[in-house]
């Protein structure tokens, strides 16, 4: 995963400010820097603290080994049954089976 430019205590810091009152164009104007940004992160944070976003971004992290695990054993599992199966397609074109 990509590393963040932004540390979590900076984008709580960011949210808490959007929900103390904040205009949001004022956020973007001086710590932000995209609109879209400060949307993204509102809609990942959700009101999650330092802790809670540290704890996503641990997760997110994991999950994408995870998967990478996984697709890994697919391709192990997928190999040789794909050659089995050559083996055999080819002995039908002679007539051996």
Known sequence: M???????????????KHESGTA???????????????????K??????????RSLEGLQEEN???????????LAKKMPQDVALEKCLSGARYGRL
């Open 2 to 16: 990509a590393k963040n430019r932004y540390a979590e205590e900076q984008i709580a810091f960011v949210i808490s």
């Open 24 to 42: 949001i164009a004022d956020i973007v104007r001086k710590m932000v820097g995209s609109e879209q940004r400060f949307y993204l992160w509102e």
């Open 44 to 53: 990942e944070s959700a009101g999650m603290g330092v802790a809670g976003l």
């Open 64 to 74: 994408n080994k995870l998967k990478q695990l996984v697709a890994g054993l697919s």
